[in-house]
């Protein structure tokens, strides 16, 4: 049996980010490897008119928990949905709920952030920073607490191109930073921000890096570890190949290329793709919490969940795929045929944009303008290159995680373990994950059916029709305008005429000579 799966049962855990991608996936494996753990507790607010009740019977009803349920039938009598809310400084939650998880809570898995790249600060410290110092304050009254892992990312520290498994000191204290947010205003903050997040590309790393810092800082007594994972993208394997529910990261480029929005993105295409699967993660994750409970390292392990180090993917191969599986299974309603190239510099980068996104956008929106309908593709188009110009510091570069730690924990679980709970991604086949992550996006996220296949298909030739027949009426107006203009073009065009009509001629006295 699972020590690992074993480990779990008859445990409380608290989860947060339970709402969240890598959250869904963390409870699922935990209900379908260790169907009697007591409990988990997730931390959440009401949303759209609905209870937390009804929020937690949504989440299990999608199919991502359909094998949970045969596994584990009053799934839903074990969540305890918690009102909590991050944004608030005292997370908001009551004095009896607070109470309860004080003194039950076994293992936490802290989750949640806002992944967000262009957050404003205030926002991004709050969520990553505040919340974390507020939980580890939590886990330190919580006297049945065996371990508290944090999930942090493998880019926290990405403005340095070989990032060991320690925890670096940043610039600026993060106490400091999380006092200041309690008395600037936003305009302040938002002038401020460029300083104080210097090297880092974006809040969202710099505030994961503070986060770290206060986990170090805070940690006190307790049994904690940071899991870093890269760019987390579909499943795997569990509990099924390519199931996302998000358009962050890849899942927003797949959508975009597929559906012929996005057709050149600056980057280089030799650059490593450090994609993980969420699954791989999960694996891994449950595989720390069981190793920090029972092994109580001496100190704060840290763990990257990367493929660059194992199993590289680089951009190119990435793209090829990608759009390989979109001409062969398209997406329906494409705006135009999936085609994506890389830029390398900012003149080409511009003249893309330019030609191949924002002019086929004012030429659709005139269209709809002369038809009567709102236009709206201009205003797609650049939310789209807002969200590419944000992801093109990721995909410019390729950084070195060590891997010690990670691989240490593989070499210390059993082989019915490193099976349940394989992070092993070198048996990670790219041009088969790639397409099932194709599949999953179209499938799960955009919820099209696959036998509307035929329909997408048929409309993909429609637009190479009208690809061509455009591109034909575009040259021969040019060429139309270039011969009014140029002696030397009329006399090459009379020349072309001429040698059709005799090469025509000729064929034509063959023919009937044969006859």
């Known amino acids: 049996m699972s020590m690992i799966a074993a480990f779990y049962s008859g445990k409380s855990i608290l989860i947060t980010g339970a709402t969240g991608f890598l959250g869904k996936v963390l409870m699922e494996k935990l209900f379908r490897t260790s169907p009697d753990l007591k409990v988990i507790y997730i931390l959440m607010r009401p949303k759209a008119g609905q209870t937390l009740q009804q929020r937690v019977v949504q989440i299990l009803n999608s199919k991502l928990f359909e094998k949970v349920k045969e596994v584990c039938p009053n799934v839903n009598e074990k969540i305890r949905a918690i009102y909590a809310d991050l944004n608030h400084s005292d997370l908001a939650i009551s004095k009896e709920d607070m109470q309860e998880l004080l003194s039950c809570t076994n293992i936490v ?4 952030a806002t992944v967000r790249f262009n957050d404003p600060l205030r926002h991004a410290v709050q969520l990553n920073v ?14 049945k607490l065996e371990a508290f892992i944090h999930i942090s990312t493998a880019f926290s520290n990405c403005n340095l191109k070989h990032i060991d498994e320690v925890i670096y000191p940043c610039p600026v204290e993060p106490k400091k930073i999380i006092d200041s947010m309690e008395w600037l205003d936003d305009a302040i903050v938002d002038e401020i921000t460029p300083k104080l997040i210097r090297d880092w590309p974006n809040t969202y790393t710099y505030t994961k890096a503070l986060g770290e810092m206060v986990v170090h800082q805070e940690s006190g007594n307790l049994n904690i570890a ?12 569990e509990p099924f190949p390519g199931w996302v529910d998000n358009v962050n990261g890849p899942s927003g480029l797949i959508i975009a290329t597929g559906r012929g929005f996005l057709r050149a993105l600056r980057g280089t295409p030799m650059a490593v793709a450090d994609l993980i699967p969420v699954d791989t993660v999960v694996n891994l994750t449950l595989a720390v919490g069981w190793y920090t409970a029972v092994h109580r390292p001496k100190s704060t392990l840290i763990y990257h969940c990367t493929s660059s180090n194992f199993n590289p993917c680089h951009w190119g191969k990435m793209g090829f795929q990608i759009l390989a599986t979109c001409e062969k299974i398209p997406f329906e309603r494409a705006f135009r045929r999936p085609y994506a190239d890389f830029t390398t510099n900012t003149i080409t980068t511009q003249y893309q944009n330019a030609v191949s996104h924002w002019a086929p956008a004012i030429i659709y929106d005139l269209y709809l303008r002369l038809t009567g309908r709102k236009p709206r593709m201009t205003k797609l188009m650049n939310r789209l290159l807002r969200t590419v110009s944000v992801l093109e510091y990721f995909v410019n570069r390729s950084w070195e995680w060590s891997t010690n730690n990670t691989e240490m924990l593989m070499s210390e679980l059993s082989p019915e373990d490193q099976r349940v709970f394989n992070f092993d991604v070198r048996q990670l086949n790219w041009l088969e994950y790639i397409e099932n992550y194709v599949l999953g996006v179209k499938k799960y996220l955009l919820k099209e059916d696959m036998a509307g296949v035929p329909e997408a298909k048929q409309h993909l030739r429609r637009l190479r029709n009208i690809h061509y027949l455009f591109n034909t009426a575009l040259f021969l107006i040019a060429w139309r305008f270039l011969i009014a203009r ?30």
């Not at 898995?109 to 949640?112: E, G, K, L, Q, S």
């Not at 505040?130 to 006297?143: F, G, R, V």
């Not at 073009?489 to 001429?498: C, E, M, P, T």
């Open 109 to 112: 898995f802290h989750c949640a």
């Open 130 to 143: 505040t919340a974390t110092q507020k939980l580890l304050l939590m886990a330190s009254q919580m006297p």
């Open 226 to 237: 940071i899991v870093r994972p890269s760019i987390v993208g579909a499943t795997w394997q």
């Open 486 to 515: 140029s002696q030397m073009a009329r006399n090459v065009w009379l020349f072309i005429v001429s040698f059709c009509y005799k090469f025509i001629s000729y064929f034509r006295a063959s023919s009937t000579l044969k006859a």
